[in-house]
């Protein structure tokens, strides 16, 4: 199948699992995880409607905006090293790594210069595994809270990656832990932030993923093949 059939199939798996979950229509975004693929890949995307996309590594990323000469709302989803980012500064509209307040802080520098915003989520390693970036559930209120405070921040919500498992519906606790978290941290009622984004599930479970919430789904093997 092509590119444009399997954002096809997957947009209507999307909408399907909206709509059991009875929530609104377009209350859930794909973003298109585009790393290790070609230029061609993403314009294709591009030609299918697909408007969002999700890179890993700034080099690659930075590689692709030379490039591309079409207008791509690009998020940034991998783990992020504090050195980097002036390199993506201004030209990513949401970062959904954030696990430290050092990293946070770069970013509102590197924006400010810019005088730009930058949104952010706050990555949670929920599972706890040593494999995976993020800050703990209870490091996640006092990051959330630390990030408030900086200037040229803003938290829009927060984003984990559950453990791989080959039945997707075991994932789904992990979900609902994170959609749990945000709730509470929307409870703390703390100036500047918003709990509006949960950025979890990826090809294999996302439909699970936006039964407890999910917001922004990423995917990318479903959309592009295997690499």
């Given at each position: 199948m092509s590119i444009a059939e399997n954002l096809a199939q997957i947009d209507h798996r999307i909408q399907s699992a909206t709509e059991r979950a009875g929530r609104a229509p377009g209350s859930v975004r794909l973003v298109a995880v585009s790393k290790n693929r070609p230029a061609a890949d993403i314009v294709e995307a591009l030609r299918a409607g697909q408007s969002i996309f999700g890179e890993n590594y700034v080099q690659e990323l930075t590689s692709k905006l030379a490039d591309l000469k079409e207008t791509v709302?690009?998020?940034?989803?991998?783990?992020?090293?504090?050195?980097?980012?002036?390199?993506?500064?201004?030209?990513?509209?949401?970062?959904?790594?954030?696990?430290?307040?050092?990293?946070?802080?770069?970013?509102?520098?590197?924006?400010?210069?810019?005088?730009?915003?930058?949104?952010?989520?706050?990555?949670?390693?929920?599972?706890?595994?040593?494999?995976?970036?993020?800050?703990?559930?209870?490091?996640?209120?006092?990051?959330?809270?630390?990030?408030?405070?900086?200037?040229?921040?803003?938290?829009?919500?927060?984003?984990?990656?559950?453990?791989?498992?080959?039945?997707?519906?075991?994932?789904?606790?992990?979900?609902a832990e994170l959609r749990g978290l945000s709730l509470t941290i929307a409870a703390e009622r703390i100036t500047g932030v918003e709990m509006r984004e949960l950025s979890m599930g990826m090809s294999g479970d996302f439909e699970a993923a936006i039964q407890e919430g999910a917001t922004l789904v990423r995917v990318g093997t479903a959309i592009f093949g295997e690499r």
């Open positions: 709302g690009w998020h940034f989803i991998g783990h992020l090293q504090s050195n980097k980012v002036r390199f993506i500064a201004g030209q990513v509209s949401l970062i959904h790594s954030v696990d430290r307040l050092s990293l946070a802080d770069e970013i509102s520098r590197q924006w400010g210069r810019l005088g730009k915003i930058c949104n952010i989520l706050i990555q949670v390693n929920i599972s706890g595994e040593s494999s995976k970036s993020g800050t703990t559930e209870k490091g996640a209120i006092q990051l959330v809270k630390d990030c408030s405070l900086l200037p040229n921040i803003k938290v829009l919500g927060l984003m984990t990656m559950p453990p791989f498992f080959d039945d997707p519906e075991a994932a789904r606790p992990y979900f």
